[in-house]
């Protein structure tokens, strides 16, 4: 495992390294990549906030109804809980409107579900239970974003889509408990928290995701920044189908993983620096 | 550029080394589950004994509830589920039939399973019933107040009973038809404590007391029987005469017995025991003479601190991915369930497994399943109050790993 975040920084570092000399302007060498005067690389860092939310694909449960009992549904929270995403990106304009981004991203999602059990007898014994499950997922992410500039002036409004890869780091799972407990002498909602369990082996750690989304940048010299809001969906089921009731833990919690993919909305801010200059003495940058 | 396409490939091979997408293929639903069976309802609790899998790939369950209005005693309780564990029909006795006392035990044409269980209007004694939707009663023995049953080696069945302030433990064998075919009484000398211990058992006041009947080669049965103030392990043939057992096992109170006893061949037997302080041994080989005398203790084994004190222990004997290996499956003091599988020769432990967490979880029983996995039933008390059935299935896989070393 230790071996893929290796070779994940390595290749960053690679490219950073290739792409970050400066050089004094020599006349238009023709590439695939076009002139040097064509395009344009920058550098530099993001980061920002997210809420997700997550996509049933198909319901499992441990809680089986028998005569008299009735389904114990989750019903999954909406985008509600903030979780933060930071890392570094390496955008190539390559033409007037039109660049590419790579943006390699540790990404901290959080997304929640609710389930509620109530029992009943006699003497007015009743209980109420809602289990709030919360889920916390971190992935390094690598999206290639394919960014299109509406309109060509120091202020630019941008559209742009892309697909990137996630990679597991870590899963968290928590579970607070809400009881209305009338057989015990409670006449107030009790809350109470479980412990943390690691989940990180209820999930696989691959995911793939669609990204659709814009924003403005805006060149203030060599310096460019920017902010933008994307929409992110999973593109496979995220469960790990063969460890869904391998948790002794989760067991005891009632509780199974269903099926799913993730829905994500992110909203950051960038900073990004021009790596290609046609007089270094001045900083004058490449403007493609 | 040959180094933008050298990183190009290596970022590709990177994700397909680290995509695991194509792995995470769908699962059967009926290779693999845990279901927790719920009724909503505050006053009942469930407690499962016996499981039993079914042509049909469902499972049929053996337990008793208590919260019935009739009864002082558990009532009977029977459900079948779905392959998947997905719940199918139940039977909850409302009148007479009370106290299970013995497992699913097969019926003679094998095509399904049938039980024992007391009548309660009639002194306990043991009705057989047929395990199906709506149980019809097959035979009753006049046999007063039995505490267990089992069908023998050939085909007829054992009975050890404990009739009120009789002093006598009761060892019957009966066919299937209702005759009882021979009996033999086995003094206890003790009236009292006896009465209170049994009345126990009978309404689960306390851990049940573990009773056995079995066949052990011939017309020898083993059976635990009560004598001298200890709960005892007898051997005897019914038809001989004499009132005394050709073998036994003496405990040294009520409180120390043996409280597994499964027989792997000639004289030797997988066991389990209970000392007066209420820790369990467990012992995987133990050489028991038909006409031997013996004292719990004098067989030595590993004692297990982590099990429930007083624990039921089942063991099974089964045959896993080509090894013979004895399955001990019993609960933990901090509430697990636990599965402890033994190589049948060597008597060695080869892997340990636990089922549950957070709440308690207490072992029912157990059955090797038609493609090769595992289903283990038990008691669970969701919210750490309501006592429910649980039920987790284990693939094959799941269950040829245990047994590799």
Request: hydrophobic share 35%; proline share 4%; charged share 20%.
């Amino acid at each position: 495992m230790h071996s893929r975040y290796i070779l994940v920084v390595i290749l960053i570092l690679s490219y950073s390294v290739g792409f970050s000399q400066r050089r004094s302007y020599k006349p238009p060498k023709k590439d695939f990549l076009g002139s040097f005067d064509d395009s344009q690389w920058w550098i530099g860092l993001h980061g920002g906030i997210n809420v997700a939310k997550a996509l049933p694909l198909k319901s499992y449960a441990i809680v089986e109804p028998i005569t008299g009992g009735f389904v114990a549904n989750k019903d999954y929270e909406g985008f509600r809980r903030i979780g933060v995403q930071a890392g570094a990106r390496l955008d190539f304009n390559f033409h007037t409107n039109f660049s590419t981004s790579f943006q390699p991203t540790y990404t901290n999602m959080n997304y929640g579900y609710k389930v509620n059990y109530q029992w009943t007898g006699q003497d007015n014994n009743t209980l109420d239970l809602q289990y709030n499950h919360r889920l916390t997922l971190n992935y390094l992410e690598m999206p290639l974003m394919f960014r299109f500039d509406i309109l060509r002036q120091q202020l630019k409004p941008y559209v742009q889509g892309g697909i990137g890869y996630g990679l597991l780091l870590k899963a968290d799972k928590y579970i607070e408990i809400e009881s209305r407990d009338a057989a015990s002498g409670a006449t107030n909602p009790i809350q109470n928290d479980s412990p943390i369990i690691g989940a990180k082996n209820l999930f696989i750690n691959s995911q793939f995701m669609w990204y659709v989304g814009g924003g403005f940048s805006y060149d203030a010299g060599n310096l460019r920044l920017g902010a933008e809001l994307n929409y992110k969906q999973g593109l496979n089921n995220i469960t790990n189908r063969q460890n869904r009731y391998s948790d002794q833990r989760m067991i005891g919690m009632l509780d199974a993983l269903d099926d799913m993919t993730l829905q994500n909305i992110t909203m950051e801010f960038y900073c990004v620096f021009p790596m290609k200059f046609l007089q270094t003495s001045s900083f004058r940058r490449v403007k493609p | 550029m040959n180094k933008f396409w050298i990183n190009i490939l290596l970022l590709s091979s990177l994700l397909l080394y680290a995509c695991d997408i194509s792995k995470n293929k769908e699962v059967k639903p009926e290779e693999v589950f845990v279901k927790i069976y719920e009724n909503n309802q505050f006053d009942r609790s469930f407690t499962p004994l016996d499981i039993k899998q079914t042509p049909d790939g469902g499972y049929l369950i053996l337990g008793e509830y208590t919260g019935s209005a009739f009864s002082p005693y558990p009532a009977v309780y029977l459900m079948k589920t779905q392959a998947d564990g997905r719940f199918e029909w139940e039977y909850l006795a409302q009148d007479n039939y009370v106290t299970p006392i013995s497992e699913l035990l097969p019926t003679a044409d094998g095509s399904s399973y049938e039980f024992f269980c007391s009548a309660q209007t009639d002194s306990l004694k043991p009705v057989r019933l047929s395990a199906v939707q709506t149980p019809e009663q097959l035979a009753k023995y006049n046999i007063i107040r039995t505490l267990t049953a089992n069908k023998l080696a050939d085909g007829n069945y054992g009975f050890v009973a404990y009739s009120q302030n009789s002093q006598y433990t009761t060892v019957a064998k009966g066919n299937a038809s209702g005759g009882v075919l021979n009996s033999k009484q086995y003094y206890n000398q003790d009236n009292t404590f006896i009465e209170e211990r049994i009345d126990r058992h009978l309404r689960r006041i306390r851990t049940p007391l573990p009773m056995l009947m079995g066949s052990r080669g011939g017309n020898d049965l083993f059976f635990t029987a009560f004598r001298l103030s200890n709960i005892t392990v007898m051997s005897d043939d019914l038809s001989a005469n004499g009132s005394e057992p050709k073998g036994i096992i003496n405990g040294n109170s009520y409180d120390a017995a043996i409280s597994a006893m499964v027989n792997i061949s000639g004289n030797t037997f997988a066991m389990a025991r209970y000392n007066a302080d209420g820790e369990n041994v467990f012992i995987t080989r133990a050489e028991v003479a038909p006409n031997g005398t013996y004292t719990n203790t004098s067989f030595k084994g590993n004692i297990l601190p982590e099990l429930s004190k007083f624990a039921r222990v089942i063991i099974k004997k089964a045959t896993i991915a080509q090894r013979n290996v004895l399955l001990y499956f019993t609960d933990t003091k901090n509430g697990q369930m636990v599965l402890f599988i033994y190589d049948e020769t060597t008597g060695a432990l080869i892997k340990t497994r636990y089922f549950g967490s957070s709440n308690t979880f207490q072992a029912g029983n157990l059955t090797l399943t038609l493609d090769g996995g595992l289903a283990v039933v038990g008691k669970t008390y969701v919210a750490g109050r309501f006592g429910r059935i649980c039920l987790f299935k284990l693939t094959a896989k799941e269950l040829e790993a245990l047994v590799k070393p």
